[in-house]
């Protein structure tokens, strides 16, 4: 390892001057709103505009998306290793969000055209598009994702910035699902591909702003000295002696696999098993936002008063049997009302989790510091992104999957009583199994308030003693 020299005052003065201000936290944010806003239109959107739009067959869109994760393989820890060694005058990790701003937003509205091309030729524009859009989210999450312990040393205002941040993913995700739907229907007027393109135009452009956002209102206090330079030898080591980051690597998985195939599910449920308009797909929509909007604001003040890691289990567990009995409820037309109570219900507990969930990962990412000397936050959060991204293409190919089972096929005069089910599956049962795995999952996570309380200590004094 190499270093620079710290004053010891520099070090001091830390801890007391990290306390982030309004303007931050929300600038924070919107980092990850931006981003929300590339994920909710992959999630809620495209496998149904491939699938209803694009004309690809489900077996087509699920190998898209799994083969696509053999990229993630590479690219995924190669930004890790790239933001790791960023040294620019913005700093290591903020200026992302100003680098990859316009690329994305315009690789966005790429994946969602549809090209005046045939057979195979149509399926490699998939292909491409999807990959450059996934590699340019890589691109600025990850390093968005290591910010926040740039920004702060203290766990509170980490779990804070975690609220805010899915506060304004919420504000984000009500944008791209309300607004989308009614885009493609007044800009589209009948014609989906062309109502689809202008309609993602006008969200990417939402989107860039909200990354440039970020970049101008956040700035890294930790000082590159004293967060270290590694070699890529010291940073795989030490990833791989981090057996809490392990932890939350299968964690990531198993939490993204359920808001995938229930994104992923709803425009099938609405349009087929519910047999909503695009009014009640809007306000369907509008009741999964504000119902993680209000779990993200619930959660920050309930998490001062419980113990985050046995919070996030609790919840995992209500969330299991509140999936259990969704299956349970009657479904069509005449239920419309019933189920977009039982959406706000989930949706509020349901938006706990992302906010506990980045704070502990953020927990571990001290954790490996604190254990084995090495502070890799970009590698880190890279690992973490790419098992997001394998939670993509899992949920992805599970919803092809169970559509092959059921012999799905686009219309609503195709349904049957098996794709129907296999529908409704995606909003109750898988959830359920997903949320039972992933509470077992964190009976082995040790990041406790106590334990981080001490890693915090613990890490102070080491900063000190070798500054």
Same mark, same amino acid.
């Given at each position: ?17 990290? &306390?982030?201000?309004?303007?931050? &936290? ?13 994920? =909710?239109? #992959?999630?809620?959107? /495209? ?14 869109? *699920?190998? #898209? ?5 053999? $990229? ?7 930004? *890790? ?73 203290? %766990?509170?205002?980490?779990?804070? =910035?975690?609220?805010?941040? $899915?506060?304004?993913? !919420?504000? +984000? ?5 309300? !607004? ?9 007027? !009948?014609?989906? +591909? &062309? ?17 440039? =956002? ?13 967060? !270290? ?19 939350? /690597? ?5 939490? @993204? ?36 909007? /209000? ?24 969330? +299991?049997?509140?999936?259990? *009995? ?8 005449? %239920? ?12 509020? #507990? ?6 506990? %969930?980045?704070?502990?990962? +953020? ?25 997001? &991204? ?14 092959? /089972? ?15 089910? *296999? ?18 999952? @964190?009976?082995? =996570? ?16 080491? %900063?000190?003693?070798?500054?």
């Amino acid at each position: 390892m190499t270093s620079t020299s710290l004053n010891n005052s520099d070090v001091a003065s830390l801890a007391i001057n990290d &306390k982030l201000s309004l303007r931050e &936290k929300i600038g924070y944010g919107l980092g990850d709103a931006g981003g929300t806003v590339i994920t =909710c239109l #992959i999630m809620n959107f /495209l496998t149904f505009f491939y699938t209803d739009v694009f004309g690809l067959t489900p077996g087509v869109v *699920g190998t #898209i998306f799994i083969a696509l994760r053999i $990229f993630d393989a590479i690219s995924d820890p190669l930004m *890790g290793i790239i933001a790791d060694r960023t040294q620019s005058r913005y700093g290591r990790f903020r200026p992302w969000q100003l680098w990859v701003a316009v690329p994305i937003g315009v690789i966005g509205v790429l994946t969602f055209t549809v090209p005046d091309l045939g057979g195979e030729m149509k399926i490699l524009w998939a292909f491409g598009t999807y990959l450059l859009l996934s590699m340019g989210y890589t691109a600025i999450n990850v390093p968005y994702c290591a910010l926040i312990n740039t920004m702060t040393t203290r %766990h509170d205002e980490v779990l804070s =910035c975690q609220s805010w941040r $899915f506060i304004l993913c !919420g504000v +984000a995700g009500f944008l791209v699902s309300v !607004g989308l739907p009614w885009l493609v229907e007044i800009i589209g007027k !009948g014609d989906a +591909a &062309k109502g689809y393109q202008l309609g993602v135009g006008v969200l990417c452009a939402v989107a860039v702003a909200m990354f440039l =956002c970020c970049f101008f209102w956040v700035r890294e206090r930790v000082p590159l000295a004293l967060m !270290g330079k590694f070699t890529l030898r010291e940073h795989l080591a030490g990833l791989r002696k981090n057996d809490q980051l392990l932890l939350c /690597l299968v964690m990531s998985f198993l939490l @993204i696999n359920v808001f995938n195939l229930r994104g992923g599910g709803y425009m099938y449920f609405i349009t087929y098993v519910l047999q909503g308009s695009a009014a009640f797909a809007s306000l369907f929509f509008t009741m999964v936002t504000f119902a993680s909007i /209000l779990g993200a604001v619930i959660v920050n003040p309930l998490a001062r008063r419980v113990d985050t890691v046995k919070l996030y289990y609790y919840t995992n567990l209500v969330l +299991a049997a509140l999936a259990v *009995g969704m299956w349970m409820l009657p479904a069509g037309p005449a %239920h419309q009302t019933l189920w977009l109570a039982a959406i706000l219900g989930n949706g509020i #507990i349901l938006g706990f989790t992302l906010p506990l %969930h980045f704070s502990i990962m +953020a927990f571990a990412d001290d954790y490996g510091e604190w254990k084995t000397g090495v502070r890799s936050s970009g590698m880190n959060f890279a690992f973490n992104l790419f098992f997001i &991204k394998l939670a993509w293409a899992a949920s992805a190919g599970i919803i092809s999957l169970v559509f092959i /089972l059921v012999a799905y096929q686009p219309g609503p005069e195709n349904q049957t009583a098996s794709s129907l089910a *296999g529908i409704t599956a995606f909003e109750s049962l898988l959830p359920a199994a997903f949320h039972l795995l992933l509470a077992l999952a @964190i009976r082995w =996570c040790r990041l406790n308030n106590p334990m981080m309380a001490r890693i915090a200590s613990d890490l102070r004094q080491r %900063h000190v003693q070798n500054a």
